[in-house]
């Protein structure tokens, strides 16, 4: 079955970076692409980013570009997530989600969160 | 600001219809078959019900259904049940920016 396994929470202090995992398993990791979204303490969903693994069409959500940067690692099935120059109200559950469909998310992972406090 | 409008809130008793709106434009919505529908419950992760506008995955229930009207998707919950109390989601391709964006999000509760 599909899987996404997300690292661990995550505490950081204002201007650092954070790296999210999320290992994926239970399909063909490079035949579809993977989404980031993130949903802030009692807020809405939004999304960040997409990318192919194996690929090179990664696109970044305006307000995220140049403090945004996706990885993978294809040997082990595993897509990163790099956020920089964290600041309190980038404290959110992120979660990387597999592409189904156009433009659709049809499994999610498990969510990360992620506190920004000084 | 969320790019695709909803209402906060809905409401329905059980076993009635109720249904979501999602507003956007002729850049997302409106120009392209890509909206989605999602359903979060609380403390959980969202969960895919409607995909290309009025695609329903497999073990979705057919209750769920969408439909989508110039720059406007909708999406509608016949035979309100308790467990459908949640909060729901639709989101499009946005080709302004070639990106995905989504709805505020709205909160059907069961009365």
């Known amino acids: 079955q599909v899987q996404l396994v997300q690292s661990g929470a995550e505490v950081k202090r204002p201007g650092a970076s954070v790296t999210i995992s999320c290992k994926a398993s239970g399909y063909t990791f490079t035949g579809h692409h993977v989404h980031w979204v993130r949903q802030a303490p009692g807020q809405g969903l939004e999304w960040m980013a997409i990318s192919k693994p194996g690929g090179s069409d990664t696109v970044y959500a305006r307000r995220f570009q140049g403090r945004v940067f996706l990885t993978e690692d294809t040997s082990t099935n595993t897509v990163y997530m790099e956020l920089n120059s964290l600041r309190s109200d980038d404290t959110a559950m992120y979660y990387c989600?597999?592409?189904?469909?156009?433009?659709?998310?049809?499994?999610w992972g498990q969510g990360t969160l992620v506190t920004v406090s000084s | 600001q969320s790019a695709l409008t909803q209402p906060p809130s809905a409401s329905g008793s059980p076993g009635q219809s109720v249904t979501i709106s999602c507003s956007g434009s002729?850049?997302?919505?409106?120009?392209?078959?890509?909206v989605s529908w999602y359903q979060q419950h609380p403390g959980k992760v969202p969960k895919r019900l409607i995909y290309e506008v009025n695609k329903r995955p497999s073990g979705v229930p057919d209750r769920f259904s969408a439909s989508k009207s110039g720059n406007t998707a909708s999406l509608t919950v016949s035979g309100l049940q308790a467990e459908d109390e949640a909060d729901y989601y639709c989101s499009s391709y946005a080709a302004t920016n070639n990106d995905v964006v989504f709805g505020g999000g709205t909160k059907l509760t069961v009365l």
């Open positions: 989600a597999k592409a189904g469909g156009w433009y659709s998310i049809d499994f």
């Open positions: 002729s850049s997302d919505v409106g120009g392209y078959n890509f």
